[in-house]
C-alpha cells in the first residue's frame, strides 16, 4: 500500500509561484511513473505532468514553459514548480504514481490563483 501526502498548496496573485511537493510512504522500493493531476470546479481531473523513474518528462501544453515536475527517487517524493501562475490555473493538485502495477492518488492540495 502507498500512502501518498501532498503540501505546498495556496493562494498566490497572478504571475507568483509555488511549489508543490508530494511524499510517497509506505512498503515501498521503487515508484515508477510520478505525475500530478489537477481538477477545476466543473472540470474533469487532468494530467499536468510526469516524469518517469529516469527523469523523463512530459507536459500538458496550458503549463509547458511554466511548470516543471521534478523528483527525489530517494524520497520517492515528486515536485511541481509552478512559475507564472494564472487565474486559470486555480483547481485542486492531486499526485498520482504508478507502482508494481497499481495507481495511488492522493487527498489533492488546493492552489487559488488571484488578485
Known amino acids: 500500500q502507498v500512502k501518498l501526502v501532498e503540501s505546498g498548496g495556496g493562494l498566490v496573485q497572478p504571475g507568483g509561484s509555488l511549489r508543490l511537493s508530494c511524499a510517497a510512504s509506505?512498503?515501498?522500493?521503487?515508484?515508477?511513473?510520478m505525475a500530478w493531476h489537477r481538477q477545476a470546479p466543473g472540470k474533469e481531473r487532468q494530467l499536468s505532468a510526469a516524469?518517469?523513474?529516469?527523469?523523463?518528462?512530459t507536459y500538458a501544453d496550458s503549463v509547458k514553459g511554466r511548470f516543471t515536475i521534478s523528483r527525489d527517487n530517494a524520497k520517492n517524493t515528486v515536485y511541481l514548480q509552478m512559475n507564472s501562475l494564472k487565474p486559470e490555473d486555480t483547481a485542486v493538485y492531486y499526485c498520482?504514481?504508478?507502482?508494481?502495477?497499481?495507481?495511488?492518488w492522493g487527498r489533492g492540495t488546493q492552489v487559488t490563483v488571484s488578485s
Open positions: 516524469i518517469t523513474t529516469g527523469g523523463g518528462t
Open positions: 509506505g512498503t515501498i522500493d521503487s515508484i515508477n511513473l
Open positions: 498520482r504514481v504508478l507502482y508494481r502495477g497499481a495507481y495511488y
